[in-house]
C-alpha cells in the first residue's frame, strides 16, 4: 500500500535571492552536504542544502539503479505545486568503479546522489525555492519540520561573499608524480597504441597544494564563475572535503524530451592576439592528431546516442571552443529521446567517454589502472541533476580539485593517440591545470 512506502513531500515556491554562490558560502558548516550547479552565462543555477534523501549505489549498474531507486521514490510523491520543479537529485559519480574507494576520496563512493532539504534554483531571471521531506513509518515528522526551518532562517540570513576574505596566498605545489615518471607513461601509452592495441588512452597527473590556511570553496568558486562563465561551476561539498571544478564539457542533457551532448576533444593554447589566436584556431583544425583523437571520441558518443535515441544529429565538421586559456574541437550533437529511456540510463552508456578514458573501453581503463599510479575517484566522473521526470543534466567533471582542509589535489589529463608526444602532452596538462590553480590562488 501507498502508506507503507516512504512518501516524498516537495512544495516549491517563489524565492527572492538569486546568488547560489552567496548562499553556498553562507551556509558552510551548518550541514553535511552541499551541492552547486551553477551555468553563469546561461543564467542558470541550483543548489542543494542538506539531504532529505541519499541514494548511493556501486559496480557498473550504478547509474541505472540510482535511476530506479529515484523513479521509485517519485511515485510516491506528492508535488506542490504540481507543475513546479518539483524535487531534484544532485550529485555525482566515480570514475572507474574497478578502482577501491581511498582514504582520500571518503565519502565519494561509485555513486551519491543527494535529494537536497532545501534547493535554490535560479533560471530565466526567476527564482524559486523547493523545501522537500521523505516520510516514513518511523519518521519524526517535528524533527523533518525543525531540521528545514533551520536551513530556511540560514537561508533567511542570507551572507554575501566577504572580500576580506582571502585564499591562502602561495600555497606550496608539489607533484604526485615526477613529470619525468608521467612522460615516461606517456611514452609507453604511444607504444601501446602504435602496437595496435588501443586507439586511445588517456593519461591524468595530479598535483598537490598546501596552504598555510583551510581553503575556502566559495572563494574559490566565485572566481571560477567570472573566469570561465561558458563552462559549467559545479561543487560536492560532503562533510570536510569538497569536489569542485568548471568543466567545459557537457556529457548529456535531457529537456522536453531533447537529448543533447557534444563531443570536446582535441585541444590547443590560446594565442597572445587576435590574428596568433586565430592561426592557432586553425592549426587546431587542420592537426591530424588532434582532429583523430576528436573523431574516436565523435565515434564513440553517436554508437551510444543511436541507442537510446529515435534520430542523431551530426554537423558536418568540428568548431572550436575558446575559454580563457585553452580552445578545445568541438562538435556538438542532438536527437530525440526513445520511449522509456531516462538521462540516468543513457549517461550510464556513454561513461566513461573516449575524452577521459580511451577507446576501447574496457582496454583503455585496464591500462589506466596498471600506469596511471592515482586513484582519480571522482575526477572525470559524472557529475549533475536529474529531476522526477527523468530529465536533467550531466557533465564531466574535469578541470577539477579535491579540497581539503588547507590541501587541494589538482587534476588533469590528455588524450593519447599514436603520434602524441610527452613533452607536449605534458605541456598541455600543465595547460589544463591553469584554471583550478589560479582559482585557489597558486598562479
Known sequence: MREQRPILASLTVPFRSDDQLALFAASQGACHDRLLWSQPDAGFHLLGIGSAHVIETSGQRRFSETASAWRTLCSNAEIEPADSAGPILMGGFSFDTGQPEGAM????????????????????????????AVMG????????????????????????????????????????????????????????????????????????????????????????????PTCVIFAIAHGDRCFLGATPERLLRVRGGEV???????????????????????????DPKERREHGLVLGALIQALTTSCIEVNVPGGPSVLKLSNVQHLCTPLSGRLGPGH?????????????????????????FIRE????????????????????EGEFAVAIRAALLCGAQATLFAGCGIVGDSDPQREYAESCMKLTPMLTALGAV
Open 371 to 390: 600506469h596511471e599510479g592515482m586513484d582519480r575517484g571522482w575526477y572525470a566522473g559524472a557529475v549533475g541533476w536529474v529531476d522526477h521526470r527523468g
Open 260 to 286: 543533447s551532448t557534444i563531443c570536446l576533444a582535441g585541444s590547443y593554447a590560446r594565442g597572445a592576439t587576435e590574428a596568433a589566436d586565430r592561426e592557432l584556431a586553425e592549426a587546431l583544425i587542420a
Open 137 to 228: 513509518p518511523h519518521t519524526s515528522a517535528e524533527r523533518e519540520a525543525a531540521e528545514i526551518f533551520r536551513l530556511l532562517a540560514l537561508l533567511r540570513a542570507e551572507v554575501a561573499l566577504s572580500p576580506a576574505r582571502r585564499l591562502p596566498v602561495n600555497p606550496t605545489i608539489s607533484e604526485l608524480r615526477s613529470a619525468s615518471g608521467w612522460r615516461n607513461e606517456v611514452a609507453a601509452a604511444v607504444r601501446t597504441v602504435r602496437r595496435g592495441k588501443l586507439g586511445k588512452v588517456v593519461l591524468a597527473r595530479a598535483v598537490r597544494l598546501e596552504a598555510p590556511e583551510p581553503f575556502d570553496p566559495a572563494q574559490a568558486l566565485q572566481r571560477l564563475a567570472a573566469g570561465y
Open 105 to 132: 576520496w571518503r565519502g565519494y563512493p561509485d555513486g551519491r546522489m543527494i535529494l537536497p532539504r532545501v534547493c535554490a534554483t535560479t533560471r530565466y531571471g526567476r527564482s524559486w525555492l523547493t523545501v522537500n
Open 342 to 366: 531516462s538521462i540516468l540510463e543513457i549517461v550510464e552508456q556513454l561513461h566513461p567517454t573516449p575524452s577521459v578514458g580511451g577507446q576501447p573501453r574496457d582496454l583503455a581503463l585496464r
